[in-house]
């Protein structure tokens, strides 16, 4: 069988999909991790491959500074999964999946159906990395090539997702690199594709776009030399909460002190406007 080479992106929005690896690959090295993604480290050796030294040392120190909260926030993901299936949704949809390997690394059931929905620049470097190494997903796990800003949903329906049964609908630092329109564009989207008893979770946080990492994070993305693109954008007393509702969601809002407190591994306390809204399709 022919390999074909992987692509890394070196810039591009992509490239946050290799930090957040790079994350992942340290948090796997550690003796009290908060989770096993072996994967990751794979990820993590291709891609240094096609990046100058001098920008692989930069991706490195800024997944440095974001490090603390971002691991923590894929073991919550982890749990928000399990969570998720032991309520009886039978579809998981990744928006803006990433270099995520859930669908191989949680054993989960082989009924469930994984859609891990991405831009066709990250699955030209996922894809390939995947198939040179031994492990096969647990459940069903489908590539959805898509731009979250185009008709997603006509590619997510004809690969297969059933919008009769309940679904869990993922972003994991994904919508935030959309603008506002957009990112509500999405979330209509997936209310109507939601049966009852589908979830979501918006994340309500703050940060600020002209701190050092985020500059930097821009840098990276835009390849230095362009035109910088907008940093994430989130606000904590947006009125996401209450048109969640409007729209046909139940919402209880999680804050991330509560959520972080059986953690094994301390964390510093944040705003207790600050964590997760969780919403349930009525
Ligand atoms: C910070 S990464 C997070 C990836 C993954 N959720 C994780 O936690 O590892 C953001 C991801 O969103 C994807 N993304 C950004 N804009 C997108 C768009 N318009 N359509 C599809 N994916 C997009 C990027 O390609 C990237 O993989």
Known sequence: MTETAARVPV???????????????RESERDDRLYDDPQAKDFVAAARKGFDPERWARMEALADQFYDGRTIGVRLVDERFRE??????????????????????????????VYEIDLPELFAFKEPVLAATAATPTCHRHVVIADLRENWRKTLLDIGFDPTVPT????????????????????????????PASRFGAGRMTIDPESPRYRELRRLVSGDDTPQPPAPTHTPD?????????????????????????LPRPTTPLDPRIGTIAAIRR
Do not use: K
Request: glycine letters at 10%.
């Open 11 to 25: 810039d591009g929005v992509a490239v946050t999909a290799i930090g957040v690896a790079i994350i992942r690959a």
């Open 84 to 113: 998720a299936i032991e309520a009886g949704c039978g579809q998981i949809v990744l928006l803006g999946a990433g270099l995520d390997t859930r669908a191989y690394r949680l054993d989960l059931p082989p009924t469930l159906h």
């Open 238 to 262: 947006s009125d996401i909460e209450h048109w969640l509702n409007t729209i046909g969601w139940t919402t209880e809002f999680r804050s991330w002190n509560d959520m972080t407190a059986h």
């Open 168 to 195: 869990c609908w993922v972003d994991e630092g994904s919508l935030g690199y959309l603008n506002q329109d957009w990112n509500r564009q999405v979330v209509l989207t997936l209310t109507e594709l939601s049966a």
